[in-house]
């Protein structure tokens, strides 16, 4: 199925007890966090986000309150997300978590799976207070420094649920960011924009594109639509000249490590930054939009020798 690698739970409805086996077979024995936050330096990068709990309800840390995860429930036995923390401090990198706070496939209460009729449901607030609050708590107090905290698929959780979260990661971190998916009426510190390059520079201060290096967000074998060099780069700089910021999604493997059309591009885009990275590094969004040429007005003038395009009327509404 198209780009379902994260969501082959959902759209294959597997059911709860046939998918949880395949955490048995989960062992990335080479993931080594220094090389991986190395490859983001050297691309340029200045934050990382890692996915700690996504849709399907699998905890990438050792969650405290739920055995379904990385440490107690797959024979790699190790918190790779504690293991990334130390290397981007070590490193110089900000680092940050991506959480499904609404969406959980394996939780009774969780949000989504309306396919396993052998769930004894409970309720959202009851998933909330059992596993959501706890491993956010737990993933903003033992983990060092958080820079920021991306929230993902808003549903439909209580408003003193969402109050509750927003007052505890902003208490526990008092500078993180957050993005404007926690909940209706919570814009966070920044606008989200998924798979797209808006057109021209949004309303909002703060905004970040999201986006695959290939076409899936998770690790999918038959995906090799991978972006070249010369696209994410174009890209970027188009994304920093109306004053956003591109967080590059990659996949890795199930061995912990990436696929090498990703490192390659990776390095690529690193020799580009070491000679242009003055260019993107600390600006802002440029004056100077795309010009809408549907709305200007031009004609053909000739000398004689030489035909040239005459543009008039160009927009100067700020919309070019």
């Known amino acids: 199925q198209r780009n379902s690698a994260e969501w082959i739970m959902n759209r294959g409805h ?8 395949f955490a048995d077979q989960f062992n990335p024995r080479e993931f ?21 709990k996504h849709h399907d309800g699998f905890s990438m840390f050792d969650s405290e309150c739920s055995p379904y995860n990385i440490v107690d429930a797959t024979p790699f036995g190790r918190d790779v997300l504690k293991e990334l923390a130390a290397a981007c401090r070590q490193q110089g990198i900000k680092f ?10 394996h939780h009774p209460g969780g949000i989504g799976n309306n396919w396993d ?22 993933l903003l107090t033992e983990y060092g420094p958080i820079a920021i905290f991306w929230w993902d698929t808003p549903r439909k959780m209580s408003k003193e649920m969402v109050d ?3 007052q505890m990661t902003t208490s526990l971190q008092t500078g993180i960011i957050t993005n404007d998916r926690m909940g209706e009426d919570y814009p966070g510190d920044h606008k989200t924009f998924e798979r797209r390059i808006p057109r021209k520079a949004p309303d909002a201060p703060y905004w970040e594109v999201c986006m695959p ?15 070249s060099t010369r696209t994410l780069i174009r890209n970027l700089a188009d994304i920093a000249s109306k004053g956003g910021n591109y967080l590059l999604n990659v996949s890795p493997t ?16 690193g020799q580009w930054m070491q000679t242009n990275g003055e260019s993107i590094y600390g600006t802002t969004a440029s ?8 709305r200007c007005t031009a004609k053909a003038i000739s000398d004689g020798t030489m035909l040239y395009l005459h543009i008039f009327d160009w927009p100067t509404d700020g919309n070019l």
């Open 14 to 21: 597997i059911p709860i007890a046939e998918y949880e086996k």
């Open 287 to 294: 004056p100077i939009g795309k010009p809408d040429w549907g």
């Open 254 to 269: 199930g061995s912990g490590t990436l696929l090498p059309q990703a490192v390659e591009r990776l390095e690529q885009i």
């Open 164 to 166: 509750s979260l927003y």
């Open 213 to 227: 290096i290939s076409g899936s967000w998770g690790f999918k074998k038959a995906d090799t639509d991978f972006k």
């Open 96 to 105: 940050g978590f991506y959480y499904s706070q609404a969406q959980d496939w």
């Open 32 to 52: 080594d966090a220094e090389k991986f936050v190395g490859l983001a330096k050297k691309a340029g990068m200045k934050y990382m986000v890692i996915t700690a």
């Open 117 to 138: 009729k052998s769930i004894v449901r409970v309720s959202t607030d009851e998933y909330i207070r059992e596993k959501v609050i706890p491993e956010v708590r737990q």
